[in-house]
């Protein structure tokens, strides 16, 4: 059999976020496997109540633990990072990562109780390693954080390019634009295939520079005749820059409000990003700045409630208040999900009297990924043999398929989460499959979504939970009054009677109704008692909510 390279992504191809693949080389079960990324979906609350993290169900490279050479990071962002303090002790090999994800790591470690020592190696921009069969190169592209890599990763059935998060980008903020020379040259090397970012494959031509935008928000800042609070996300340390600088230029000192933002600007200082730049200010100065001397960065660009913005436009944060004449500018776009909790944030601060700057009416925020004309570029760079689009829902990635059929790429595939594609060293086609799935966060506990417990959830979210106690005696009759609670039931019926009674009366006729040998019969009565209270509350309520009913026999 021939030694072929195969990728198995496990998560983040049909949804956008927990980004994980593997690629394979070698025969069947002898193959190595190289790991790209490790991170996390948001939750929704409305499908995945009280969980906030989705990460991939990473079973199968458990599985292979031991021919895994490596985990190698893209970049610094929660959808290819985000789970990596979660999962990695189920992996323990080494993690490559650049000097920006490497210390963005160990801030976010050092802040978890109980994370684990990751066996982190630095790897800069434009440097290479091997593991096993793999030879990796981190190739710097431009992106929305700081150190964002393409890799080329070279074997001996051929090179693969996995672009990572990428946009072109000719005048970034921070950090080197897309390094073309490097694509081309691996281009003419020969590439057997592109593993790529499908995110904006909708839009039409390139995307805007964040050099535009840094131009923008200066004009927005220095035409301000308040104070000026900017949201973006904490880890764009190039916006965040770009805030500064305009501050710097209109004479207004920058406050920075939230902990992800300070850690995002503690790791951009360390590593240089932030030289010429004042120190930042903390929240305290906020109170005691001249009104046109202030720039407020704080995060909660994505309406999350516990986050600054959310806490200034209901009122309550203990140090941060927004009046009339004070002007908000979201420097970002709401993530698919967010869009009703960033509505909300913005009501609240027009509520209060704040002018509210969005994407919608002011060129404040670019996205970090390419729109069709750059992956065509993209695709006349290294002219691959095969396309392979990830990154992205359904509807991306078959534009993807399309943009690059028609950009010249030598064949097109589609893989799915848990399928293996033959990529290189052979036909292009699905070849196997793998265990993959989510995990969810739950708490502090990671559990499977097969796990009944979500649904659980949503059952109780939506119809509540009616416990019922009761004790039988030799006799069969009951002994005292049936114990009746219940949560999230209205509380009496449209005929006015309470619920209480409702049930009680309920759980009484049933028990009339049943044959007095057969009430000492525990499982019978409970499971009779459970049947009826859900009925009857069908009949009068429409709904029938979760029941439990314990029965003792005295
Ligand atoms: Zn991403
Ligand atoms: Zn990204």
Redesign the pocket.
Known sequence: MAQDLVFAPLGGVGEIGMNAGLYGYGEGPKRRWLMVDCGVLFGDPAMTPGIDLIMPDIRFAKAQRANIEALVLT?A?E??YGAVLDLWPELGCPVYATPFAAAMLEAKRVSERGAPKIDVRVIPQGGRFTAGPFEVEFVAVA???PE?NALAIRTPAGTVVHTG?WKIDLTPVLGPATDEARLRAIGQEGVAAVIGDSTNALREGFSRSEKEVAESLKELIGSAPGRVAVTTFASNVGRLRAVAEAALACDRQVVVIGRAMHRALEVGRMLGYLEGIPEFLDADAYGYLPRDKVVALMTGSQGEPRAALARIANGDHPMVALAKGDRVIFSSRAIPGNEKAVGRVINGLIAGGAQVITDRTHFVHVS?HPHREELATLYGWLKPQLVVPVHGEELHMAEHLEAAKSAGAGSVARVRDGQMIRIAGGPAEIVDEVVSGRMLKDGRVLIYATEPTISERRKLAFAGVVSVALAIDQSGDVAGDPDVRFSGLPPRDDEGTPMLEVIRDTVLDCLDGLARPRRRDAALVASAIERAVRAELNLVWGKKPVCHVSVLGV
Request: glycine share 10%; hydrophobic share 10%.
């Open positions: 970049h962002h959808d290819h992106h929305s954080i964002s998060d970090g």
